[in-house]
């Protein structure tokens, strides 16, 4: 059997380590009046390691995570972690749940009593799901790659091979946002036989399908406009961690407060939260989320997916369609989603909504919304 269950428990050594270079913090300066708009705000940021180092609780988090089933599994030597959390309704749907960047497995925990019993949060017992979190390969306590490859493709088999082969489904649903979308759009494509429906937060073509059509509507080239317009505006982080991610890492490996600054501004600008990160998230649960690279020493095996997803396109050309059921969840502050005809291309949509609450991270933001959405779409592909 390679399965085993998991404990996270983090050495103290790395933990006293952390709050060392945490009080060693070489502080840069700053623009007067500059807030947001060079980056991570000096004075929040400081805010934010002075509660790390001194009031942040690492064990506490730790054993809520551990509240939860976690494993390992190993898969021809490579190991993923996931939670498995039983559904209580009569007849649960198994559904793998993926997250993106510079989230991690923890982006989802609160999508497992909502999703596992929701006759106990006010819904009804038949929409029930067996729940699987998993943690991406790079991410977590997943082991981190070291050749060449790791891509959606790769990972779509890693986690198809987890459900199927080690949890014994044989078919489930599948939900993800960010890179965890890839990946379950992947499994649609290269494991249709398996997939129930498919769920994604947003959706990006994959590469470069849109300029692969010489008929784009206008709401395509509206949102291709727009694209380029965001990718010089926020898109720099994709630029270099697709392009040179060893150069980043020393640095975000090294200094905790160097990490917390590149993660913390993408957490404020892609959430619902109208410049107040706080407003969406707690202190407590951004720092979880940054603290899990930290000890797992993972934001170099993270970033460098981006390395892999740009020189590893997925093998199939921007005309190539699946037929597995698909729904598609815009949230009102998610990151530039595509006009619904484009995402016809290439999916069998059966739902589209537009959530009027939320970001790039419903998951832990809007969990509710998320779930509710979720039960709606998978509620008639039952059986």
Known sequence: MTVQPFTVNIADETLDDLR?????????????????????NLDYLKELVSYWQNEYDWRAQ???INQFANY???????GIHFIHERGKGPNPTPILILHGWPSTFYNNLKLIPLLTDPAKHGGDAADSFDVVIGSLPGFGFSDKYHQRGMDVAKMAEL??????????????????????????IQLAFDFPELMVGIHSEGFRPIGNNAEAFENLSDAEKKYMAEGQQWGMMEG???????????????????????LAGWIVEKWRSWSDSNG??????????????ITIYWVTETINSSIRVYYEMAHNPPPRKPTDRTDVPAAIANFVHGLLPAPREMVERNLNVQQWSELPHGGHFPGMEEPELLADDIRAFFRPLRG
């Open 20 to 40: 060392e270079r945490l009080a060693r913090t070489r502080w840069p300066d700053q623009v007067d009046g500059a807030d947001w708009d060079y980056g991570t």
């Open 62 to 64: 730790e054993a809520s």
């Open 72 to 78: 390992r599994a190993d898969i021809d030597g490579f």
């Open 159 to 184: 986690f198809a091979r987890l459900m199927r082969d080690e949890l014994g489904y044989s078919t489930f649903a599948a939900q993800g946002g960010d890179i965890g979308a890839g990946v379950v």
């Open 236 to 258: 720099g982080y994709a630029m270099i961690q697709s392009t040179k991610p060893q150069t980043l890492a020393y640095a975000l490996n090294d200094s905790p407060a160097g």
């Open 276 to 289: 107040d990160v706080e407003s969406s998230f707690t202190k407590d649960e951004l720092l979880t989320n």
